[in-house]
C-alpha cells in the first residue's frame, strides 16, 4: 500500500476533522471506544454525522442507535460519561477510535467494558456498577 495516498490521521478537539473525508455507510460509521491512558477497548458502537459533530463540540461521546433509530449521550442515563480526548480514524477513512476518560462503566451490563467475556463463555470483565 502507497502510505502517501493513505488518509490515516487524527482529529484533534474541537472540530478538526474532515467530515467529507470520512466513508458513512447508510450514514453511519463504526467507532470503537478505548480507554486513553489503559488502551482497554470499552466498546463498540454507530455514529452518524449528528453525533460525531456532537461529540466534537461537547467533548462527551455521542452515538446512534440503530435499534432505536436515536441518537444518544454516553452517560445521559447512567452517569457514565465518557470524556472524548482524542478520534482517530482509520486509512480508508470508514472506522473511528474514540480515546475517552470513562466515568464509572461503559457496558449496560455494569461491567467497565462490553468485552468482559471471552469466547469459551468465562467472564473476565469488572464489575463496576449493579443494574
Known sequence: ?????????????????NLFELKFENGLIPAIVQETESKEVLMFAYMNEEALKLTLRTKIAHYYSRSRQSLWKKGETSGHFQHVKQIYYDCDADCLLLEVDQEGGACHNGYRSCFYRTIDGKNV??????L
Open 1 to 17: 500500500m502507497d502510505k502517501s495516498k493513505c488518509k490515516c490521521g487524527k482529529a484533534n478537539l474541537p472540530n478538526t476533522v
Open 125 to 130: 470483565g469488572e464489575k463496576v456498577f449493579d
